[in-house]
């Protein structure tokens, strides 16, 4: 019988598989990690179920139950060969979506091309991002994809104590504010009769270049 939709194969408990499962558990979500070092195995044998097995191996998958999960997340990153291997064993067992990490642009065409529904780069995509928010006054950035981006930034001068539809941003910028957050007041999704205080956060989206601009003039 399938898992739920709900549950989640983690294979691989490095740092960025650990955080996956983790976060997951957090968010009662079920999840099943299959790790063959006995210490990781060890560690996080408490959190969540966990089974020590050699993913790269397709019977000890098969053994562990991995072909009844929706979703599985492939951790295994700076091993390419093993990387390729668990992936191309999840492929082959028919597994909906698989997420797999990355640590190189070519491993993640190796990973598409063998069946990978998601490749994920970990380090390109934190350092990219903290380098959008030490470079200027973003507190936070998410890039999307075809160049679609949100970021999140305090106000600049020139809009605040206006309303969205005075300061005219998507006329005068080609961005849209989406969101303000007051300090001690819930999440607002903005209007155009929504004002803007110099202690408000604002959510923005749009192009990456024109938010780029609009965050550092």
């Not at 959190?47 to 009844?68: K, P």
């Not at 949100?150 to 006329?171: A, N, V, W, Y």
Request: avoid cysteine.
């Amino acid at each position: 019988m399938a898992q739920d939709d709900g549950a989640a194969l983690i294979v691989g408990l490095g740092r960025f598989g650990s955080a996956i499962a983790s976060t997951l558990d957090n968010l009662g979500r079920e999840v099943l990690a299959i790790e063959r070092n006995p210490d990781i195995v060890q560690r996080w044998s408490h959190r969540f179920r966990i089974i020590e097995a050699d993913a790269t191996n397709l019977d000890a998958l098969e053994q562990s139950g991995a072909g009844e999960f929706s979703v599985a997340v492939v951790g295994v990153g700076t091993q390419i060969e093993s990387s390729v291997l668990v992936t191309a064993n999840l492929v082959d067992l028919k597994i909906p979506q698989i997420w797999a990490k990355a640590i190189t642009r070519s491993h993640g065409r190796i990973l598409r091309r063998i069946g990978a529904h998601h490749v994920v780069y970990p380090e390109y995509d934190a350092g990219a991002r903290v380098a959008h928010m030490v470079s200027g006054k973003m507190l936070d950035y998410i890039e999307m994809e075809d160049g679609f981006s949100i970021i999140k930034m305090h106000p600049p001068r020139d809009i605040q104590g206006f309303t969205i539809g005075e300061s005219r941003i998507l006329e005068r910028f080609g961005v849209t504010i989406i969101g303000v957050k007051s300090p001690g007041q819930p999440f607002e999704y903005t209007s155009p009769e929504t004002r803007v205080s110099p202690e408000d956060i604002i959510i923005v989206s749009g192009d990456s270049s024109l938010l780029e601009a609009f965050a550092n003039r």
